[in-house]
């Protein structure tokens, strides 16, 4: 009756913005992402601490307002006639600012509850009730790189390149630790409604997935960032076109991009992504790490670096791993 499982976030090369069917979390588009290593989300979930209520505890810290969401992924694991849970999450990296903690706290979650429940489930059957809690969950479910499909009633992924095969460095410029003021879900559901970019964005995705799709299975660097770069620059541009306009970046996320402009003249294989929050993440070469993650560093206004390889999917671990 208890479990504890772990989860890497997932930063996504080309993304997704908007859902199609907000009842079942699809979203809008298909995606690609990858999963990251030194960043992670550990939860652990016991089904027999005699509680007549969940309880969850974020760094030993009870948190209500996370509580609701984190109780519904519960129930649609195990189903609501389960006993009352304690919860209890430990996340080595900013919640709720653009680095896709969701993503690996409903994972985490996922597996942990399953196993606790003494449930035996295919991991694709546990992406698919990650991705009920938080859309991006489901690809933390897998390591490397992933690509969730967005045909048919419910989400299929496809792992096109495991972590070890191509051994790129993401470099993490954290420029803001807050908690972003419009979550993901109510944000794209402006954009949805207001952008007039958004039936392009939902156009061109197919093109961008196809080309994103070759140049990882050619491992062909200079290709992933042209469709990586441009997929993430729609993505913010569809953001601020909207209604109010979703701004997340602040003075910090441009002069990160300004310094990884100037790496790239100087030879550097690497490219930028950004998700929805300021954060920069910097995808390179092993080559080219340390000198990424020095001019990242020395950027006005990034308050850490966090260097990171690809990582592993979602699992269990025991609680002394923590």
Known sequence: MQATAIAQPNIALIKYWG????GRNLPAVGSISITLSALHTTIAVDLDAGLRNDVLLISGVADVERLTRISACLDSVIGEQRPAARITSECNFPIAAGLASSASAFAAATVAAAAAAGL???????????????????????GGFTELSNA?????????????????????????????????????????????????????QE????????????????ALAGVAEHNCLKMHSLMWASRPP?????SATL????????????????????????????VCVADDAAAVRDALAATPGVRKIMSTDLGPAARLVDGSDR
């Not at 489930?121 to 859309?135: D, H, K, M, V, Y």
């Not at 979703?246 to 602040?250: A, E, G, H, S």
């Open 207 to 222: 093109e961008d997935l196809a080309k994103a799709r070759a140049a990882i299975r050619e491992r062909d660097f200079a």
């Open 19 to 22: 859902k199609r069917d907000l």
């Open 120 to 142: 035996s489930l295919p991991t694709i059957e546990l992406a698919r009730l990650a991705g009920l809690a938080s859309g991006s969950a489901a690809r933390s479910l897998y």
């Open 152 to 204: 048919g009633d419910v989400i299929d992924l496809t792992v096109l390149r495991d972590e070890q095969s191509w051994p790129l460095q993401v470099v993490v410029a954290i420029t803001e630790t807050a908690a972003k003021a419009t979550g993901s879900t109510a944000a794209m559901e402006i954009s949805r409604q207001t952008s007039p970019f958004y039936e392009s964005w939902i156009e061109t």
């Open 255 to 282: 002069h990160c991009l300004q310094t990884v402009r100037k790496l790239q003249d100087e030879g550097r294989q690497v490219f930028f992504t950004i998700d929805a929050g300021p954060q920069v993440k910097a």
């Open 246 to 250: 979703m701004m997340y970046w602040n």
